[in-house]
């Protein structure tokens, strides 16, 4: 693996231009403002060719007027011009030698231009940066990009501007959470709408500011949390148009993908259209073209699902990859986005996402108490296939300056269908079996879920400070799950013995949820604020069992089990009233608080007595902040689950019982959360670190019990206490870029976790204490587009041990790493590949510790403006991919092997529309491997 490293290093080396290594000159010199006698921070200082006025480089004065240009070239007349808003502009031609390589101006003094003309430039010279009191301001042709890149390739040669790969923007460490054209918004609020299709050569000036809409509602808002604004000033005005692209792909194995997405615009309105298929085991696009493209930023997710390995689901509805195994996924949807009048923006959505899952896993389950072992090896093979619908919308209304209102409705209808085998063998000590089992299920599940968000907020026309904020959403689902099983289970001690049953369980359960929160909040002085906050919320859940036994000869269910049928009803309210007072003092913000918390729980069973709940809590609370640091302390209270209350057996798998608890009590959580950032703007690194603490009282833990002759395991939900975790995560990382070719980045991270739970098996109480270390470091490098290179390494550290010497202590390390490499050249050539190594210090017998995954591709471009791509890619060039890996749980260490996709060729064709699809190769490219 080094030396795969070593030589796609020096591979990318030799495309560094020759003159990189040779001797260069620098100029240094310190500003100062004559008038006021002080320090000129924020100027411009850019050095072009005397001859052409061609820019070379700039830089920025730091706080104290002082500056460094360095990598300027020998023996080649030069022209340094400094400038500064409302100041003179200070010019002058130089020559460095080899003899004299650097150049020192001392103290310069600026002085206040006798008039300021605005934007009006009157010099061959554009400064590539302005600096003025509130906006930061970039000459868009001070930057080279390809004549195909769009605004994300042209911000990351911006000084100060970091976007990351989900293509998230943040200027000098602040967020960017909006993009106008020319003032005006384009496609809502999503600022990758803008940043991913809008062509680079269309912008003249990249202006950043404040967003005045976050500080309008939070004056007290720390300086380093207020979102950016970028506002683009474009060559030629964008009125109408569209932009998308589609793509078909066939390879080996009979592969094949299909798809595409398309956005048609006309001054405020918005049209998305999407549409795709492929049995590639990964999503058809991107999250950030699902969210931009798609339109899901403006119409709103409320749930987010993220796979490890790429797929994804949003509202419910799968865009492919988020299931195990070998699968085929399909979708289609459209979106609609306008501005009404009145200042009403209106949109609508419906999406369709369809997966067919082949599964086939073979789990190793090994556990130790005491001196028994036990361990279980189960090979399960699933056909399922799942057929989701959501129709959803979002209606936005500034009434005025100081009010908004806002609904956001959704029906989701999901439907599921299931067929599983598993087959279980267990043995225990020396490996004697103990027991096997041949489970089979058929799943049918329909679930009708309708959500829905309603926000009001006003400010205060006469107080400045005072506000009033309503937010409530409601949820309300309707499931029907009905399970048809059978088991054959073959028991070897004490004597051999043989069980088989036949039963249909069915579930149905209803959820309503309806919470609301009103806060108001009220200036005292010029530091000190009074905030009330009232949250109310109402839930009902039903939980319906009906369990009846199968008849052989006819194949259906014409007896119930009435002792494994019940339902329980659970409704109540959650109140909370919340008060606090919040004092502001310079950068320091400290805002302490008591919350009152009534609950009121009413449990009804059909055959058993019903259990009435109340609870009074009084819990303190807090927030501070200075500067960069952010500090918040908080108790929640949250009830069981219906599902946990259900006092109904679930056999359907006979080797692991479930039985629920009707006695269960709230569980208490203490948090505590700590999180820092810092943007060094002279450096350009960026800091972050985050920490955070819970501590439990009756949090639910699952009881286990294990017969010492069988091995059938019943799990049983318990109140428990001492249950607590601690997460911690620090970031750190630097850019450096030179003329606007050249950028590099260099960055590390750590990620910690500590958790202590409690472990009951068999009455056998223990604390087990998991702690993870995860250090990580990466790099990145371009080369004016011709090289890009990334690499990341990982190093994952996990150890388990336990107070009770019943059970053994576990550890193990990970190693991983990604290499990724892309070369344009020739001309309309691109070379691409990653690598993907992974290894594993502890897994089961038979098992790879190791495993490399090597993907590579060239695209050819043709047809004008590169609009077509050809694409030739093999997947899994080794033939090495394997899906396994391993888990620890309580005292069980399990490993798991799923079948997964082998190496293939695939032949892609993708056609751009108005090609704003942006450069292609990297890890932002449309097709992922």
């Known amino acids: 693996m080094k030396s795969c490293l070593l030589l796609v290093f020096m591979a990318a080396l030799t495309f560094l231009p020759g003159h990189a290594f040779s001797q260069k000159g620098e100029v240094k010199g310190k500003l100062l403002d004559v008038q006021h006698k002080e320090p000129l921070g924020y100027a411009t200082i850019a050095v072009y060719t005397a001859q052409d006025t061609a820019l070379v480089t700039f830089r920025v004065s730091d706080e104290k007027g002082a500056f460094k240009v360095p990598g300027l070239a020998l023996n080649q007349p030069l022209r340094i011009v400094i400038s500064m808003t409302g100041f003179k502009t200070y010019r002058k031609e130089f020559r460095l030698t080899p003899e004299q390589p650097n150049l020192d101006l001392g103290e310069i003094g600026m002085t206040m231009a006798d008039n300021v003309l605005g934007e009006v430039l009157i010099t061959a010279e554009t400064p590539p940066i302005i600096v003025r009191k509130d906006t930061l301001e970039f000459n868009a042709n001070s930057f080279k990009t390809l004549p195909t890149a769009l605004l994300e390739d042209l911000l990351k040669k911006l000084p100060g501007v970091t976007v990351d790969q989900a293509g998230d923007i943040s200027v000098n460490g602040k967020r960017v959470n909006k993009i106008l054209v020319d003032g005006k918004e384009f496609f809502g609020n999503d600022p990758k709408v803008a940043s991913r299709n809008l062509p680079a050569d269309m912008i003249e000036k990249v202006q950043v500011v404040n967003d005045p809409d976050a500080v309008r509602r939070d004056p007290d808002l720390p300086v380093n949390e207020i979102p950016q604004v970028i506002n683009l000033k474009l060559k030629k005005g964008i009125k109408q148009g569209a932009f998308g692209k589609a793509y078909a792909g066939k390879g080996t194995k009979n592969l094949y993908e299909a798809g595409g997405i398309l956005n048609v615009f006309r001054d405020t309105t ?395 009590k709230p569980t208490i959580s203490n948090s505590v959360n700590l999180n820092y950032r810092k943007f060094d703007a002279k450096h350009s690194i960026n800091y972050w670190a985050y920490l955070s603490g819970s501590m439990s009282k009756d949090a639910v833990t699952r009881s286990r019990t294990i017969d010492q002759v069988t091995k059938v395991q019943t799990y049983r939900p318990v109140n428990t206490d001492g249950n607590w975790q601690v997460n911690a995560n620090a970031d750190v990382n630097k850019d450096f870029k030179f003329d606007g070719k050249r950028q590099f980045s260099v960055g590390a991270s750590v990620w910690f976790n500590y958790a202590k739970s409690l472990i009951i098996v068999n009455d056998v109480r223990s604390y087990g204490q998991n702690v993870s270390w995860n250090p990580s470091v990466k790099a990145s490098m371009n080369l004016n587009d011709k090289v890009e290179f990334n690499e990341t390494l990982t190093l994952g550290l996990r150890n388990s041990s336990y107070t009770s010497n019943a059970i053994p202590d576990i550890s193990f390390n990970t190693k991983t790493s990604r290499t990724g490499v892309v070369v344009r050249l020739p001309k309309r050539l691109v070379w691409e590949a990653t690598f993907d190594y992974s290894y594993n210090s502890n897994v089961a017998p038979s098992l790879r510790k190791d495993n490399g995954r090597l993907n590579a591709g060239v695209t050819f471009l043709f047809m004008k403006n590169d609009r077509a791509q050809l694409k030739f890619s093999v997947y899994d060039l080794l033939n090495q991919n394997i899906g396994a890996y391993r888990a620890i749980r309580e005292n069980f260490v399990e490993d798991f092997q799923t079948v997964v996709l082998r190496r293939y060729g695939l032949v892609t064709f993708t056609y751009n529309i108005r090609n704003f699809g942006g450069k292609v190769g990297g890890t932002n490219t449309f097709f992922r491997f």
């Open 270 to 664: 918005q049209i998305s259209l999407l549409g795709y298929s492929n049995n590639l085991n990964r999503p058809a696009f991107g999250f950030e073209d699902i969210s931009r493209i798609g339109g899901f930023s403006r119409s709103g997710m409320n749930t987010i699902m993220v796979r490890s390995d790429g797929g994804f689901a949003v509202n419910g509805i799968s865009f492919g990859g988020t299931e195990d195994g070998i699968q085929q996924s399909s979708g289609a949807g459209g979106n609609f986005n306008t501005i009404l009048k009145k200042d009403l923006k209106l949109n609508l959505q419906y999406f369709f996402g369809g997966i067919d899952a082949d599964l086939g896993q073979l789990i190793n389950s090994l556990q130790t108490l005491e001196r028994d072992t036990t361990n279980s090896r189960r090979d399960r093979n699933q056909f399922s296939e799942s057929r989701n619908h959501r129709l959803g919308g979002r209606l936005d209304w500034k009434i005025d300056s100081l009010t908004t209102f806002s609904l956001t409705p959704g029906l989701t209808l999901a439907k599921t269908r299931s067929n599983q085998q598993i087959y279980t063998l267990t043995s225990g000590n020396y490996g004697e079996l103990v027991n096997e089992s041949d489970n089979h299920q058929l799943l049918e599940s329909d679930n009708v879920t309708l959500t829905g968000e309603v926000a009001f907020d006003r400010l205060s026309a006469k107080k400045k400070g005072r506000q009033f904020n309503f937010f409530g959403n409601y949820n309300f689902n309707l499931g029907d799950q009905q399970q048809y099983y059978t088991a054959a289970d073959r028991f070897f001690k004490p004597s051999q013995r043989f069980e088989y049953i036949d039963q249909l369980r069915d579930n149905e359960v209803n959820n309503t949820a309806v919470n609301t929160s009103f806060s108001f909040t009220e200036p005292i002085s010029k530091t000190l604020s009074g905030v009330a906050r009232i949250n109310t919320e109402y839930f009902e859940n039903q939980n319906l069992v009906n369990t009846f036994d199968g008849n052989r000869d006819t194949g259906e269910y014409p007896d119930q089990i009435f002792a494994l049928s019940d339902e329980v009803e659970r409704s109540g309210w959650r109140n909370y009233l919340t008060t606090s007072l919040k004092w502001k003092y310079k950068d320091f913000t400290l805002q302490p608080g008591v919350r009152f918390t009534l609950l009121n729980i009413e449990n009804t069973f059909l055959k058993a007595a019903d259990i009435p709940q109340e609870y009074f809590y009084v819990f303190p609370s807090l927030t501070a902040a200075y500067k960069g640091f952010n500090l918040s302390y908080n108790v929640n209270v949250r009830e069981p689950s219906a599902a946990d209350l259900q006092p109904v057996t679930d056999y359907s798998n006979t080797l692991f019982i479930q039985e629920g608890n009707p006695g269960l």
